[in-house]
């Protein structure tokens, strides 16, 4: 072969190899391609696993299970973030409660559309990560309504421990620019309408246990010690922080008379968060003109242990009886 034909042949790969460039530079981002997974549960909710809601950059993708009812049209919404020190746990553990996908799928037979979502732990990235994802996943869901028969007007949040200090935080700060959804983030998935411009200013919060006031957390702590669940949350010893870092990662920063009604749940001997941490919040409420409830489970330590595990089912019962009358009376129960 000539140095001519050759050249022709080079050329024309380089050719290809550019116009093969320029296309995948134009794929729109997909999102995981496999077989539906999808769980029933009694009456007739279905069970949609693994729906990703958000991707950034670096960070494993950010995924909600969502639980959906047999009732048609509009439905309010309930968004549940699991504890876990921030740096641990999933959406599909709470506490000492027994199969909590099933415990969500009893709220959802109730006329609810439920999601329980991931986020960001400490060990990936530090505040105030976790809140933005929690805000990412409210956007998303309202972003995307219409697929789900969600109201958009009616969302109210639930969490537990690290959750419920995330919960709080989020119904405190609504329009809160510090603790947004970074630009651009959100979810890629085929089909879906990405969240960023959707509000993620709630109707209601649950709090059970969650930290109000960090910078009463830690007190005491020697500053060479090793970093408390908090410091690891912070990114800093408690003591050490900037003052204004403790006060950005607090609920009780951003109490006005806007908040939605709270109901806060905590264990009188809780040896985690002191039950002083839910007096805190109530107080601050109470004082802006908030509806609040606060909730106290005598003898209860941290997840509302009570040191058996009959004691704490019976907990477990009385606390959720709770919860579905509050979030009943707050975001209205739909009719059946």
């Known amino acids: 072969m000539g140095r001519q034909g050759l050249a022709t042949i080079m050329g024309g790969l380089a050719l290809s ?7 995948l530079s134009q794929v729109v981002p997909r999102t995981e391609i496999y077989p539906p997974h999808n769980a029933s549960f009694p009456a007739g909710v279905t069970g949609l696993p693994d729906l990703m809601y958000q991707t950034i950059p670096g960070y494993r993708p950010m995924k909600l299970d969502l639980y959906l009812p047999a009732t048609p049209g509009p439905k309010p919404l309930v968004i549940y973030v699991h504890g876990g020190g921030w740096t641990g ?10 199969s909590w996908p099933a415990i969500l799928a009893r709220l959802a037979a109730r006329g609810y559309v439920v999601a329980s979502v991931s986020y960001r732990l400490s060990g990936e990235a530090r505040f105030p990560a976790a809140i933005q994802d929690v805000k990412a996943s409210i956007r998303w869901l309202r972003a995307n309504a219409a697929k789900y028969d969600i109201d958009p007007s009616r969302v109210l949040l639930w969490g537990g421990s690290a959750g419920g200090q995330l919960v709080a935080l989020a ?10 959804p970074l630009p651009n983030e959100g979810s890629v998935e085929a089909g879906t309408v990405r ?15 969650g930290i109000s006031d ?6 005491g702590v020697p500053v060479n010690a090793p970093l408390t669940t908090a410091g690891q949350y912070l990114g800093c010893q408690t003591a050490l922080c900037a003052p204004s870092l403790v ?12 908040d939605p009604p709270f109901l806060l749940v905590h264990g009188t001997r809780d040896r985690t968060v002191p039950y002083a941490q839910s007096e805190l919040l109530a107080a601050a409420l109470r004082a802006k003109g908030v509806p609040v409830e606060l909730a106290p489970i005598p003898g209860a330590d941290h997840s509302f242990v009570m040191g058996s595990p009959e004691k704490n089912a019976a907990v477990n019962d009385q ?7 509050f979030i009943d009376a707050t975001i209205g129960k739909p009719a059946k």
Do not use: E, N
Request: hydrophobic share 45%; aromatic share 8%.
């Open 214 to 219: 960090l910078a009463a957390m830690d007190a």
């Open 247 to 258: 006060a950005s990662a607090s609920p009780i920063t951003y109490v006005d008379a806007k």
């Open 319 to 325: 606390v959720l009886a709770k919860v579905f009358a």
């Open 195 to 209: 969240g960023g411009s959707a509000s993620d200013c709630v109707q209601g919060v649950v709090d059970f246990y």
């Open 89 to 98: 746990g999933t959406q599909r553990l709470a506490g000492t409660f027994d």
């Open 171 to 180: 119904g405190t700060s609504c329009g809160v620019a510090t603790l947004s």
């Open 17 to 23: 190899l550019s116009l093969a460039g320029s296309a």
